[in-house]
């Protein structure tokens, strides 16, 4: 028994410092999540709709990869829940998420 309770308080000590690791080279938690620092945010959109809050934040991201310059952030926040889903995008995948969004709102009568 003595080994076993070793070996997972190793594990939970290796995973909380390769997570923390991770939150000091990305900055924050949004920046580990999305793989990458964040530079800035260039802005949000709030939606509310029956007592649920979400939000979308564009983050320009610091990065070396091409696949990870724009970071899209959506957050979700109900009651006593939360959630962060993230989203790391090329140069054109952005291009093409913004001329699908603007196609969409267009086509809005």
């Given at each position: 028994m003595e080994w076993f309770q070793l070996?997972?308080?190793?594990?939970?000590?290796?995973?909380?410092?390769?997570?923390?690791?991770?939150?000091?080279?990305?900055?924050?938690?949004?920046?580990?999540?999305?793989?990458?620092?964040?530079?800035?945010?260039?802005?949000?959109?709030?939606?509310?709709?029956?007592?649920?809050?979400?939000?979308?934040?564009?983050?320009?991201?610091?990065?070396?990869?091409?696949?990870?310059a724009v970071g899209f952030e959506l957050t979700s926040k109900a009651g006593l829940s939360y959630g962060i889903v993230p989203l790391s995008l090329s140069k054109e995948q952005a291009r093409r998420l913004a001329q699908l969004l603007e196609e969409a709102a267009s086509a809005v009568k």
């Open positions: 070996f997972v308080w190793g594990m939970t000590a290796a995973m909380g410092f390769y997570m923390l690791s991770r939150l000091v080279k990305a900055r924050s938690v949004a920046g580990m999540m999305l793989g990458a620092p964040i530079r800035r945010t260039v802005g949000e959109v709030q939606v509310t709709a029956r007592r649920v809050r979400q939000v979308a934040r564009i983050h320009v991201l610091e990065s070396t990869e091409p696949d990870r």
